[in-house]
């Protein structure tokens, strides 16, 4: 059995330590809010965060994960209030298919606690890494600077 | 009266419309995409209805339950529900007004059988949903992370399965060395199920390594596709021929093969059950044509089409015809082993790009006479493979898999769809531009190894890449702007008032930095589609940097204006892509370009600014998904040509491209 800390919650998995923590989280937890896009950490549709860091799920072993807070996109929102990231994508209609967007509003989320004023520069280089084939990026981007200030 | 054709052909108001909860259900058969399309249908159907937007729940589109609308592709699907739901408001109103109340109860009240076509609906209402900007009904829950996608669906007793797709086109499985759990094997149609995922996809593995596979198919030379596509047998599409006279200029342009590239690998969940009665079999499925893929099911499995029913389920975008259906098969392919379980089959990133069916790589060769400033006489002839292997298509299923079973159910060659649907390869083959005297024809392959269907805007891509393209060599030639020279052959007063919009919203005539330059392009889509007009502003030196995209469009009315723009903002980044780096790669057996390393598109920092404009008119409405691309990827060659002083008529238009460019110069 594996212990591992998701969204607040220590919750135990009985799976083989090399398992991707996206299937983990997918699979055993019920947790489908991070999407599988490739399984080879190279789209960012999985993107969660571990610790400090922001890593694709699909490309982290089970045991990587075993005493590091895991927070997925369904951990953003606190009291049932939508994190603001994910308001200002909702208000600005910053997505259309909306696949890669989980992924996106946790790197987001965390840019913007480590850098509170990053500039559009800087998102778009943070979030470099996200593929959006809809083509919402710029959307994406004006929206994460929305958010800013009550992030 | 006229009647609306999709209310003649499903003219049962229950299959349109229900009342759960209070609450007016209404079920159209087009389907959600990631393009907002249910929430525009949602004001429609709001203002038919005279209620509230949020009185009306859009319901999925469901082959028992709801009408046959055909395929939700080109840009078609306000065209032709928007008349439907006017039509089925006007009935229920007519039947169980005025609006007060008791309206709700009262519709509730209505006969499901009632003939939509035997009533005189009441006369419309004003707009009042139409025409503003409603919330996405659909993106909280894909913001938020909420279960929405098909492979969200977690049903009871649900299993995974995963499907090993021959090695290379054409090979077929020779032997299954070791015994591997969960396997499912039908002739070289071989995969594997399991209750966990994790099991599945080790399982998946295991097989991988059992397979022995042998034969394959020669695929071209990936460096000179435009001599394969000329060369072999054509089916000879006629477009017009009004005895174009010799040219004075003349180029050839290109695009490779492309490949739709969903961020989620296609899927799909199936259900057999076993009866008395005989086996029925429930498909949840992205497709972007329920009816259709029921109807391959069926013929595949050796079904009626009674024993299949099929639901869509909202998924990434598709841009086309993607795995979607081909995912359909394969779990219900592992689901007839595994009767009474639910089996969810999701395909592998590799696959997604490898095994979809592709945008064919396409070739057109122009020609014109220009006299004295002007364009007398122009030609246009294109090669391409058929842009459409959809389900049923050529009466055929067209489903992958089938064509791998040990009783063989092959997939016909691809085709186009016919001049009154707007063609495929030769769409947008004729300019809208006065040109003279003209000769337009398409020479599809019949032939090809590789399956390709339609990515949005098919053929006109490559058409309107080339005639923007080359209109601006004719207009430089000829010593003019390319906009004056544009508005100089140009009659249609609402062509002329896009391109003059794109050129003040995009700085025509400014100056610009080193390096920079700025291009247009325009067409209209379908020639009786939306307007646009786009205009590029690029960097280019080593590397062409794409910096900023002005897009104006007309279309028509617009139902949904921000979810219109969105759209065209959408489909100008992604041309941009597909343009300046995109290109599926093999050697002569294989596809090679099976990830996105391999398959690389355009990232957040090379995203240019974009900008859309709609130009108010109260034409009729029109779809805005496909109108950019084509004008797009022109305004970014002409771009580069006024950046650089070099001409990039091969796509994609990448660094490589432009280097070729120079040393030919």
């Known amino acids: 059995m594996t212990e591992l800390q998701v969204n607040g919650e220590t919750v135990a998995v009985d799976a083989d330590g090399e398992t991707p923590l996206l299937t983990v989280l997918r699979d055993e937890l019920g947790l489908v809010g991070s999407r599988f896009g490739c399984g080879q950490g190279l789209c960012g549709a999985c993107v969660v965060r571990l610790g400090d860091a922001v890593v694709p799920a699909c490309d982290t072993p089970l045991w990587q994960a075993e005493g590091q807070p895991v927070t997925t996109v369904e951990g953003l929102a606190r009291d049932g209030v939508p994190h603001p990231v ?16 989980s992924g996106i509003v946790v790197a987001a989320a965390a840019l913007l606690e480590r850098e509170p004023d990053a500039d559009a520069d800087r998102v778009a280089e943070a979030l470099d890494r996200h593929l959006c084939r809809c083509g919402a990026q710029r959307r994406i981007v004006a929206a994460v600077l929305a958010a800013r200030g009550s992030a | 009266m006229t009647l609306p054709p999709h209310v003649v052909a499903n003219p049962r108001l229950g299959t349109w419309l229900h009342v759960a909860d209070g609450v007016l259900h209404v079920q159209v058969g087009k389907v959600e995409l990631g393009q907002g399309i249910l929430t525009a249908l949602q004001q429609l159907a709001a203002d038919a209805l005279g209620v509230p937007v949020g009185d009306v729940r859009m319901v999925a589109a469901h082959t028992t339950h709801g009408p046959d609308q055909g395929v939700t592709a080109g840009s078609l699907s306000v065209l032709q529900s928007g008349p439907a739901l006017r039509h089925l408001g006007g009935v229920v109103r007519a039947l169980a007004g005025p609006v007060d109340e008791g309206y709700v109860a009262r519709v509730a009240a209505l006969d499901p059988a009632t003939d939509l076509t035997a ?16 919330p996405r009904a659909d993106l909280p829950d894909k913001v938020l992370g909420r279960p929405r996608y098909l492979t969200d669906l977690r049903p009871d007793g649900l299993l995974h399965g995963r499907v090993l797709r021959p090695p290379r086109p054409g090979a077929r499985l020779a032997s299954v060395s070791d015994w591997v759990p969960g396997l499912v094997r039908d002739g070289s149609f071989v995969g594997v199920v399991a209750d966990r995922e994790a099991d599945a996809d080790r399982a998946l593995e295991s097989l991988r390594r059992a397979c022995t596979w042998e034969g394959g198919s020669a695929l071209p030379d990936e460096d000179h596709l435009p001599d394969w596509l000329r060369a072999g047998e054509h089916e000879v599409v006629e477009v017009l021929d009004e005895g174009a006279g010799a040219p004075t200029h003349a180029a050839s342009y290109s695009k490779p093969f492309l490949v739709h590239a969903s961020i989620a690998p296609s899927a799909g969940m199936a259900r057999w059950d076993d009866a008395a009665a005989g086996p029925l079999l429930r498909v949840w499925s992205h497709s972007q044509a329920v009816h259709a893929l029921r109807d391959a099911l069926a013929t595949t499995l050796g079904l009626t089409a009674e024993q299949v029913e099929v639901q869509h389920v909202e998924h990434a975008g598709c841009y086309g015809h993607n795995a979607a259906d081909d995912a359909a098969l394969d779990a ?42 002007r364009i007398t006489s122009w030609s246009h002839e294109t090669w391409s493979l058929g842009h459409s292997a959809r389900p049923g298509y050529r009466g055929a299923p067209g489903l992958l ?46 032939d090809s190894p590789l399956r390709t269907s339609a990515m949005r805007a098919l053929g006109a891509y490559l058409n309107v890449f080339a005639i923007e393209s080359f209109l601006d060599e004719l207009a430089l030639e000829a010593g003019a702007d390319p906009l004056d020279f544009r508005l100089a052959h140009l009659a249609d007063e609402r062509a002329r008032h896009v391109l003059r919009e794109a050129a003040r ?13 700025r291009g247009l392009g ?3 889509y379908k020639d009786r589609g939306a307007y646009c007009a786009v205009v590029a502003q690029v960097e280019a030196e080593a590397d062409v940097r794409v910096r900023r995209l002005t897009v104006v469009a007309d279309v028509g009315l617009a139902v949904a204006p921000e979810g219109a723009r969105n759209q065209l903002e959408g489909g100008a980044v992604q041309a941009t892509s597909w343009t300046v ?8 057996t294989r596809i090679t370009s099976d990830d996105w390393e391999s398959y690389p598109i355009l990232r957040f920092a090379e995203t240019p600014e974009v900008a859309a404009h709609l130009v108010g008119t109260d034409a009729p409405s029109v779809g805005a998904g496909e109108a950019a691309q084509g004008p797009t990827a022109a305004a970014i060659a002409n771009a580069v040509h006024d950046a650089l002083g070099v001409r990039v008529r091969d796509l994609p238009l990448d660094a490589a491209a432009v280097v070729r460019a120079i040393e030919s110069t």
Request: charged letters at 20%.
């Open chain 2, 505 to 517: 919203l995009g700085g025509w005539g400014e100056a610009l930095p080193e390096g920079h330059g």
């Open chain 2, 332 to 373: 219900a392919l592992l689901a007839r082993a595994h009767p009474g379980r639910p089996v969810l089959v999701r395909w592998s990133r590799g696959d997604e790009l490898t095994w979809a069916p592709l945008s064919p790589a396409m070739t057109a060769t122009l020609g014109a006479t220009v006299e004295g400033g």
């Open chain 2, 581 to 588: 780096r995109e290109r599926v790669r093999f050697d002569r």
């Open chain 1, 86 to 101: 994910q308001q200002a994508l909702i208000n600005s209609q910053a997505a259309q298919c909306g696949y890669c967007v």
């Open chain 2, 119 to 134: 009533v005189t609906p009441a006369p419309p209402l004003p707009a009042r949903a139409v025409g503003c900007d409603v």
């Open chain 2, 401 to 446: 898999a089938g064509a791998h079973l040990a009783d063989p159910v092959p997939l016909p060659p691809s085709t186009d769809p016919p001049a009154a649907a707007g063609h495929g390869s030769m769409r947008n083959g004729v300019p809208t531009y006065d040109v003279g005297t003209r000769r337009v024809v398409g020479r599809r392959k019949v």
């Open chain 2, 522 to 524: 325009f067409a209209r």
